[in-house]
């Protein structure tokens, strides 16, 4: 981030409040916004222009690696050594679908939860940036960055939406 | 009126007694809080039943399989009875978070993390047995397939073998789902404790330093989605194969086709029952009235009641089967069922999981959080029973005359079984006070999203 740049950050009772605010500061040309909510609330996620997460390929690459490394895995076993056992063909695919089947299945959790985690950008563990407790417990926040002539917009846009806090910060290094 | 306060509305019937947001919080962070005489109780008494469990396996280890009662030509007992019914406990965590998730189903919220963590933890206990009936388990690697000294490979055509790789997975499965959905949670509970604390430092690194930006929120919920997704055939899939470790051999009361769909409804019906069994003291002890209402016990009530009739279809499916077959050794083993030498096992069987569900059927039942307590206990004695029956009185009983037997589990093998109550109840009771047993964040999204007053104003008009 831009060392010129600094950060405000206003938190909200109401989840109306908090969309307008996104919407206010989108429609003004701010678009270094991250906003925080308490849960999954798809309204933020519409207001900030959402689409499609790149997670959902990890999950297929995942899931395909896993079929394929399931079937040659039965596969190569059976013909390292070829044994009749049973009177059945050297390879039974019926069975192996079992396993390819379960591969599939742990490959692409593994590779969901590696994208899932690459993706929100967690192990993040610094603490120092500003940020607002209540959040977990029910507020909504609205964090923006915005060059030093600027953050005076951005902070009446804020305040016209009623904050519970306001607060700035110099380094603007608190998105998310 | 706007399409904010109509999504206002959501849920405002599913918890009726939850105010706000914050209140949540309070509500379930305080069970992580000091731990009362009632829990010190608990956790004291399922300590010494662990210690029960270390001494007799030892003990068993030590001296060799023989001080259990298995023998030829019984030589699954009450390990692989007691295997079953833990993996089939497990099932209804995952129904719950996964496949009531897609289903939208908007009363799962309040149980679904309960439930998962009772998944995990019933997956970490069936996962002794195998160990325990090796025997020999400092053998156990040989279950994972790698060439041995001879350069052979486990032979995959064997259900056990892929029994190994179902219930692997499972577990990482679950266990990630679990760990998924608890980040946010565990950042509720570090926001709540004292910064630079022991408690606060702890849950920051287990939380991962989640901050609930609108880009985790956004991945965390596709990735929840993804994740149900791939762990709804997983949960059919796995006591399917559990169910084909019977059915792919050829003993009268295995081989049938109708195993999978019957062993997968059967493990529903118990992990519900379990689910109501672990939700309604929890619910008494920490005041979750508003959270666990008669809605939710209700909903619950009725899984049961769904899968439990399947269940009681399947039996009488199977008996309607081995008479058709006009096989005498089929026919055989399900007159043994309930006029052989376990005749008692089979009327435990019919009687907890055919006959007490019926009472279900009434709404004052499903209504009475006392009576579905009692319900499910019946409903967990008798799982246990069915799959005792199944094993049991099917090995005792095969084709040839000369090779029928008995089989008595002996004093190692019910303390064994004993003790992995008390081993699950051990970690239960430890997740309980050290995460969120609720879904915090989860739970806010069927409440009633906080709007100011203008919008309160424009959704009235």
């Given at each position: 981030?831009?060392?010129?740049?600094?950060?405000?950050?206003?938190?909200?009772?109401?989840?109306?409040?908090?969309?307008?605010?996104?919407?206010?500061?989108?429609?003004?040309?701010?678009?270094?916004?991250?906003?925080?909510?308490?849960?999954?609330?798809?309204?933020?996620?519409?207001?900030?222009?959402?689409?499609?997460?790149?997670?959902?390929?990890?999950?297929?690459?995942?899931?395909?690696t896993g079929?394929?490394?399931?079937?040659?895995?039965?596969i190569?076993?059976?013909?390292?050594?070829?044994?009749?056992?049973?009177?059945k063909?050297?390879?039974?695919?019926?069975?192996?679908?079992v396993?390819?089947?379960?591969?599939?299945?742990?490959?692409?959790?593994?590779?969901?939860?590696?994208?899932?985690?690459?993706?929100?950008?967690?192990?993040?563990?610094?603490?120092?940036?500003?940020?607002?407790?209540?959040?977990?417990?029910?507020?909504?926040?609205?964090?923006?960055?915005?060059?030093?002539?600027?953050?005076?917009?951005?902070?009446?846009?804020?305040?016209?939406?009623?904050?519970?806090?306001?607060?700035?910060?110099?380094?603007?290094?608190?998105?998310? | 009126?706007?399409s904010?306060?109509?999504?206002s509305?959501?849920?405002?019937?599913?918890?009726?007694?939850?105010?706000?947001?914050?209140?949540?919080?309070?509500?379930?962070?305080?069970?992580?809080?000091?731990?009362?005489?009632?829990?010190?109780?608990?956790f004291?008494?399922?300590?010494?039943?662990?210690?029960?469990?270390?001494?007799?396996?030892?003990?068993?280890?030590i001296?060799?399989?023989?001080?259990?009662?298995?023998?030829?030509?019984?030589?699954?007992?009450?390990?692989?009875?007691?295997?079953?019914?833990?993996?089939?406990?497990?099932?209804?965590?995952?129904?719950?978070?996964?496949?009531?998730?897609?289903?939208?189903?908007?009363?799962?919220q309040?149980?679904?993390?309960a439930?998962e963590?009772?998944?995990?933890?019933?997956?970490?206990?069936?996962?002794?047995?195998?160990?325990?009936?090796?025997?020999?388990?400092?053998?156990?690697?040989?279950?994972?397939?790698?060439?041995?000294?001879?350069?052979?490979?486990?032979?995959?055509?064997s259900?056990?073998?892929?029994?190994?790789?179902?219930?692997?997975?499972?577990?990482?499965?679950?266990?990630?789902?679990?760990?998924?959905?608890?980040?946010?949670?565990?950042?509720?509970?570090?926001?709540?404790?004292?910064?630079?604390?022991?408690?606060?430092?702890?849950?920051q690194?287990?939380?991962?330093?989640?901050?609930?930006?609108?880009?985790?929120?956004?991945?965390?919920?596709?990735?929840?989605?993804?994740?149900?997704?791939?762990?709804?055939?997983?949960?059919?899939?796995?006591?399917?194969?559990?169910?084909?470790?019977?059915?792919m051999?050829?003993?009268?009361?295995?081989?049938?086709?109708?195993?999978?769909?019957?062993?997968?409804?059967?493990?529903?019906?118990?992990?519900?029952?379990?689910?109501?069994?672990?939700?309604?003291?929890?619910?008494?002890?920490f005041?979750?009235?508003?959270?666990?209402?008669?809605?939710?016990?209700?909903?619950m009530?009725?899984?049961?009641?769904?899968?439990?009739?399947?269940?009681l279809?399947?039996?009488?499916?199977?008996?309607?089967?081995?008479?058709?077959?006009?096989?005498?050794?089929?026919?055989?083993?399900?007159?043994?069922r309930?006029f052989?030498?376990y005749?008692?096992?089979?009327w435990?069987?019919?009687?907890?999981?055919?006959?007490?569900?019926?009472?279900?059927?009434?709404?004052?039942?499903?209504?009475?959080?006392?009576?579905?307590?009692?319900?499910?206990?019946?409903?967990?004695?008798?799982?246990?029973?069915?799959?005792?029956?199944?094993?049991?009185?099917?090995?005792?009983?095969?084709?040839?005359?000369?090779?029928?037997?008995?089989?008595?589990p002996?004093?190692?093998?019910?303390?064994?079984?004993?003790?992995?109550?008390?081993?699950?109840?051990?970690?239960?009771?430890?997740?309980?006070?050290?995460?969120?047993?609720?879904a915090?964040?989860?739970?806010?999204?069927?409440?009633?999203?906080?709007?100011?007053?203008?919008?309160?104003?424009?959704?009235?008009?």
């Open positions: 981030m831009n060392n010129n740049r600094q950060g405000l950050m206003a938190s909200f009772d109401y989840l109306d409040s908090t969309v307008e605010s996104i919407k206010a500061l989108r429609g003004n040309g701010f678009d270094e916004i991250t906003a925080f909510a308490p849960f999954a609330e798809h309204k933020l996620e519409q207001a900030l222009g959402y689409g499609t997460s790149p997670v959902r390929l990890f999950t297929l690459v995942g899931g395909l079929a394929a490394t399931g079937f040659a895995f039965t190569f076993t059976a013909m390292d050594w070829p044994l009749v056992t049973g009177g063909p050297i390879l039974s695919i019926p069975a192996y679908v396993i390819a089947f379960e591969m599939m299945i742990l490959f692409g959790v593994l590779a969901t939860v590696i994208g899932v985690f690459w993706n929100m950008r967690i192990p993040d563990l610094k603490t120092s940036v500003v940020y607002d407790p209540e959040v977990t417990a029910g507020r909504f926040a609205v964090y923006v960055t915005a060059p030093d002539d600027r953050l005076g917009a951005a902070r009446v846009i804020l305040e016209s939406n009623n904050p519970v806090k306001l607060e700035q910060d110099t380094d603007g290094e608190a998105h998310g | 009126m706007s904010l306060a109509v999504e509305e959501r849920g405002a019937q599913t918890h009726p007694d939850i105010q706000s947001y914050g209140e949540v919080n309070v509500d379930i962070l305080k069970m992580l809080s000091r731990p009362g005489k009632l829990w010190w109780f608990l004291g008494l399922a300590t010494a039943g662990v210690g029960l469990l270390a001494f007799s396996w030892g003990n068993q280890l001296t060799g399989i023989g001080l259990t009662g298995l023998n030829s030509p019984v030589g699954w007992g009450v390990y692989i009875t007691t295997f079953v019914f833990w993996v089939g406990i497990a099932h209804s965590g995952t129904l719950i978070s996964a496949i009531l998730y897609l289903f939208r189903a908007k009363w799962r309040s149980i679904y993390r439930a963590a009772m998944t995990v933890f019933a997956v970490m206990t069936a996962g002794l047995f195998p160990l325990i009936h090796l025997g020999r388990a400092w053998h156990a690697y040989w279950l994972f397939p790698y060439p041995n000294e001879r350069l052979l490979w486990p032979n995959f055509r259900p056990l073998v892929w029994d190994v790789f179902a219930v692997t997975t499972y577990f990482t499965v679950s266990s990630l789902f679990l760990l998924l959905g608890l980040l946010p949670d565990i950042a509720a509970a570090r926001d709540q404790a004292k910064p630079g604390s022991l408690r606060h430092r702890i849950y690194l287990t939380s991962f330093g989640w901050r609930g930006t609108d880009r985790q929120w956004h991945h965390f919920g596709k990735a929840y989605l993804y994740m149900a997704a791939l762990a709804t055939p997983l949960v059919l899939s796995v006591h399917s194969v559990v169910s084909w470790d019977f059915a051999a050829i003993v009268p009361g295995w081989h049938a086709t109708i195993f999978a769909p019957y062993f997968v409804a059967g493990a529903i019906f118990s992990g519900v029952a379990m689910v109501i069994t672990l939700t309604v003291p929890i619910r008494k002890a005041g979750l009235e508003a959270y666990l209402t008669t809605k939710h016990f209700d909903a009530a009725k899984l049961c009641l769904v899968t439990g009739t399947i269940v279809y399947a039996y009488l499916t199977e008996f309607f089967m081995a008479w058709y077959s006009g096989e005498a050794p089929e026919r055989q083993a399900f007159w043994n309930f052989g030498p005749w008692w096992a089979g435990i069987m019919l009687t907890c999981n055919g006959m007490i569900p019926i009472l279900l059927w009434f709404k004052r039942v499903r209504h009475s959080i006392a009576a579905l307590f009692v319900i499910s206990i019946f409903i967990n004695i008798g799982m246990w029973f069915e799959r005792f029956v199944i094993i049991v009185t099917s090995l005792s009983h095969e084709f040839m005359p000369f090779a029928w037997g008995t089989y008595r002996s004093v190692t093998e019910m303390g064994i079984v004993i003790g992995s109550f008390a081993w699950f109840a051990f970690w239960f009771l430890l997740f309980i006070r050290i995460f969120p047993p609720v915090i964040s989860e739970l806010k999204e069927v409440l009633p999203a906080p709007l100011s007053r203008s919008a309160r104003e424009e959704a009235a008009r």
